[in-house]
C-alpha cells in the first residue's frame, strides 16, 4: 500500500465534467489499495475572477483581505470534489488550509510555509477516506488566512507529501510533462521523461509554469519524488510524463536539457550615483523591504569613475511599486537619473551538462545575434545562462535556441 499526494490545477478541475474526471481517478488509485490525498487549486478563471472584484472596489487591495477572498476559490473546489467521490461510493473529506493546520509565516499573498501537522490528515486515510485539501492557502500564527501566490497548490501538494512521508507526489496539470521548452512557443518541443531536481529548479525559477519554484524546492529538500503527468483529460494512458529525480544521468550525452523564457520581466536603472561601499544595499534595501524580490542585477562603472550606473531586473507586477521606490531612493543618493522598462524579457538555457561542456554562452550568443537578437543583460550559474532581450524577441530567440542546440533530437 502506498501513500500518494496528487494535485489537480485549475484546468482539471474546471467544470463539473472535469471535477468528475478527477474523481474517478482517484477513485481508481484507491481501488489499487493505495491511500490518496489530494490537494486542488480554484476552478479554472476563478481566481481571475475574485482579483477583478477585488480591483473593481480597490485599487490596490488590502492584502489581509485579498487573502481572504482568494481563498475561497479552492474552497468550492474540495467541497465539490468530494461530493463527487461520495457519489462514487469513495468516502472522502474536504479540509481548507487552516483545518489541517498548514501554518505558514504572515507575508500575506505570498506567504511560506513554515510547518504542517498531519495527524488529522493521517487519522482520515487511516479510517480508509481519501482527504481532499485546499490548496495555495494556510493560516500564521495569529489565525489569519494567508496565500502562497499563484501556483502555490503544487507547493501545498509537495509540502503535504513531505508532512505525510509520502511514496510519490504527483503533479497533474494540461501538459504530459516537462518540455524542452514551450510548446506553444515551439512545436518541435520534446517532452522529458526525466529531469534532475536541480534543472527543474532552474527551469521553475527562470519562467517554467508546469511548476512553481517553491514546490521543487520542497521535493529537493525533503527528497520527495515528484512526478508530472497529464491531467484525467488529456491523459494518455501509457504516458508516465516527467519523474524529476535526484541523479544525474546522461551528462555528456545532454548538454541543454532545456531551454525557460518568462514574459513577466522588468529592468529598472538608476543612473549617477556614488561609486563607494554600500551602495547597492542603499538601492536594494529598501526594495528588499518592500518584499520586493530581484532578479538580474548589474553594476557598472561609468566614465568619471566617481559614479556608477546600478540594473536590476524584478517580476513585471512589481514594477510601478519598485520604480517609485527607486525614485525615492534617487533624490535621497542625489543620482542622475532613474530609468525604467517593463517590455523584456528573459531567455535562459538549463542543464547540469554545461559542468562539462565548455563553449556553450558563445554558441548561444552566436545564434541569438544570427537573429539579430540584442542582449541587455548576462547572468550565468554552473548550470544556467540567462540573457535579457527585448520582448518582441522571445519566441524567435527560443526557436533559434532550441534549432541550435539540436533539443527537438531525442535522447
Same mark, same amino acid.
Given at each position: 500500500?502506498?501513500?500518494?499526494?496528487?494535485?489537480?490545477?485549475?484546468?482539471?478541475?474546471?467544470?463539473?465534467?472535469?471535477?468528475?474526471?478527477?474523481?474517478?481517478?482517484?477513485?481508481?488509485?484507491?481501488?489499487?489499495?493505495?491511500?490518496?490525498?489530494?490537494?486542488?487549486?480554484?476552478?479554472? %478563471?476563478?481566481?481571475?475572477?475574485? !482579483? /477583478?472584484? +477585488?480591483? *473593481?472596489?480597490? $485599487?490596490?487591495?488590502?492584502?489581509?483581505?485579498? #487573502? @481572504?477572498?482568494?481563498?475561497?476559490?479552492?474552497?468550492?473546489?474540495?467541497?465539490?470534489?468530494?461530493?463527487?467521490?461520495?457519489?462514487?461510493?469513495?468516502?472522502?473529506?474536504?479540509?481548507?488550509?487552516?483545518?489541517?493546520?498548514?501554518?505558514?509565516?504572515?507575508?500575506?499573498?505570498?506567504?511560506?510555509?513554515?510547518?504542517?501537522?498531519?495527524?488529522?490528515?493521517?487519522?482520515?486515510?487511516?479510517?480508509?477516506?481519501?482527504?481532499?485539501?485546499?490548496?495555495?492557502?494556510?493560516?500564521?500564527?495569529?489565525?489569519?488566512?494567508?496565500?502562497?501566490?499563484?501556483? %502555490?497548490?503544487?507547493?501545498?501538494? !509537495? /509540502?503535504? +507529501?513531505? *508532512?505525510?512521508? $509520502?511514496?510519490?507526489?504527483?503533479?497533474?496539470? #494540461? @501538459?504530459?510533462?516537462?518540455?524542452?521548452?514551450?510548446?506553444?512557443?515551439?512545436?518541435?518541443?520534446?517532452?522529458?521523461?526525466?529531469?534532475?531536481?536541480?534543472?527543474?529548479?532552474?527551469m521553475a525559477s527562470l519562467g517554467s509554469k508546469v511548476l512553481q519554484i517553491?514546490?521543487?524546492?520542497?521535493?529537493?529538500?525533503?527528497?520527495?519524488?515528484?512526478?508530472?503527468?497529464?491531467?484525467?483529460?488529456?491523459?494518455?494512458?501509457?504516458?508516465?510524463?516527467?519523474?524529476?529525480?535526484?541523479?544525474?544521468?546522461?551528462?555528456?550525452?545532454?548538454?541543454?536539457?532545456?531551454?525557460?523564457?518568462?514574459?513577466?520581466? /522588468?529592468?529598472?536603472?538608476?543612473?549617477?550615483?556614488?561609486?563607494?561601499?554600500?551602495?547597492?544595499?542603499?538601492?536594494?534595501?529598501?526594495?528588499?523591504?518592500?518584499?520586493?524580490?530581484?532578479?538580474?542585477?548589474?553594476?557598472?562603472?561609468?566614465?568619471?569613475?566617481?559614479?556608477?550606473?546600478?540594473?536590476?531586473?524584478?517580476?513585471?507586477?512589481?514594477?510601478?511599486?519598485?520604480?517609485?521606490?527607486?525614485?525615492?531612493?534617487?533624490?535621497?543618493?542625489?543620482?542622475?537619473?532613474?530609468?525604467?522598462?517593463?517590455?523584456?524579457?528573459?531567455?535562459?538555457?538549463?542543464?547540469?551538462?554545461?559542468?562539462?561542456?565548455?563553449?556553450?554562452?558563445?554558441?548561444?550568443?552566436?545564434?541569438?545575434?544570427?537573429?539579430?537578437?540584442?542582449?541587455?543583460?548576462?547572468?550565468?550559474?554552473?548550470?544556467?545562462?540567462?540573457?535579457?532581450?527585448?520582448?518582441?524577441?522571445?519566441?524567435?530567440?527560443?526557436?533559434?535556441?532550441?534549432?541550435?542546440?539540436?533539443?527537438?533530437?531525442?535522447?
Amino acid at each position: 500500500m502506498s501513500l500518494i499526494v496528487q494535485k489537480y490545477g485549475g484546468t482539471s478541475v474546471g467544470s463539473i465534467e472535469r471535477i468528475k474526471a478527477v474523481a474517478a481517478r482517484v477513485r481508481t488509485w484507491r481501488e489499487r489499495g493505495d491511500r490518496v490525498v489530494v490537494v486542488v487549486s480554484a476552478m479554472l %478563471g476563478e481566481t481571475d475572477r475574485l !482579483v /477583478a472584484l +477585488a480591483k *473593481a472596489i480597490q $485599487a490596490r487591495p488590502n492584502p489581509r483581505e485579498m #487573502d @481572504v477572498l482568494l481563498s475561497t476559490g479552492e474552497q468550492v473546489t474540495i467541497a465539490l470534489l468530494s461530493m463527487a467521490l461520495e457519489d462514487l461510493g469513495c468516502p472522502a473529506k474536504s479540509y481548507t488550509g487552516g483545518q489541517v493546520h498548514i501554518r505558514t509565516d504572515s507575508a500575506h499573498n505570498k506567504a511560506r510555509i513554515r510547518k504542517i501537522d498531519g495527524a488529522r490528515v493521517k487519522a482520515d486515510l487511516d479510517a480508509g477516506c481519501v482527504v481532499v485539501v485546499a490548496g495555495f492557502q494556510g493560516v500564521d500564527e495569529a489565525g489569519d488566512i494567508t496565500t502562497l501566490g499563484r501556483g %502555490g497548490s503544487d507547493t501545498s501538494a !509537495v /509540502a503535504m +507529501a513531505a *508532512a505525510l512521508g $509520502a511514496d510519490e507526489c504527483q503533479i497533474y496539470t #494540461d @501538459v504530459d510533462g516537462v518540455y524542452t521548452t514551450d510548446p506553444r512557443i515551439e512545436p518541435r518541443a520534446r517532452k522529458l521523461n526525466r529531469i534532475t531536481f536541480e534543472e527543474m529548479l532552474e527551469m521553475a525559477s527562470l519562467g517554467s509554469k508546469v511548476l512553481q519554484i517553491r514546490a521543487v524546492e520542497f521535493a529537493g529538500k525533503y527528497r520527495v519524488p515528484l512526478r508530472v503527468l497529464p491531467s484525467p483529460k488529456f491523459e494518455d494512458e501509457d504516458g508516465e510524463g516527467t519523474l524529476i529525480s535526484f541523479e544525474e544521468e546522461a551528462v555528456e550525452g545532454a548538454v541543454i536539457s532545456g531551454i525557460a523564457s518568462n514574459r513577466d520581466e /522588468a529592468k529598472l536603472t538608476i543612473l549617477g550615483v556614488p561609486d563607494q561601499p554600500g551602495v547597492a544595499h542603499k538601492i536594494l534595501g529598501p526594495i528588499a523591504e518592500a518584499n520586493i524580490e530581484v532578479d538580474m542585477i548589474i553594476q557598472n562603472v561609468t566614465a568619471d569613475e566617481a559614479t556608477t550606473d546600478f540594473t536590476f531586473t524584478v517580476h513585471r507586477n512589481d514594477y510601478e511599486r519598485a520604480l517609485e521606490i527607486l525614485d525615492t531612493t534617487a533624490r535621497s543618493l542625489a543620482a542622475r537619473e532613474v530609468a525604467g522598462d517593463d517590455r523584456i524579457v528573459k531567455i535562459s538555457l538549463v542543464g547540469v551538462g554545461m559542468r562539462s561542456h565548455a563553449g556553450i554562452a558563445s554558441k548561444m550568443f552566436a545564434a541569438l545575434a544570427k537573429e539579430g537578437i540584442n542582449i541587455q543583460m548576462i547572468s550565468t550559474s554552473e548550470i544556467k545562462i540567462s540573457v535579457v532581450v527585448d520582448e518582441k524577441y522571445l519566441e524567435l530567440g527560443v526557436r533559434a535556441l532550441h534549432q541550435a542546440f539540436e533539443l527537438h533530437h531525442g535522447d
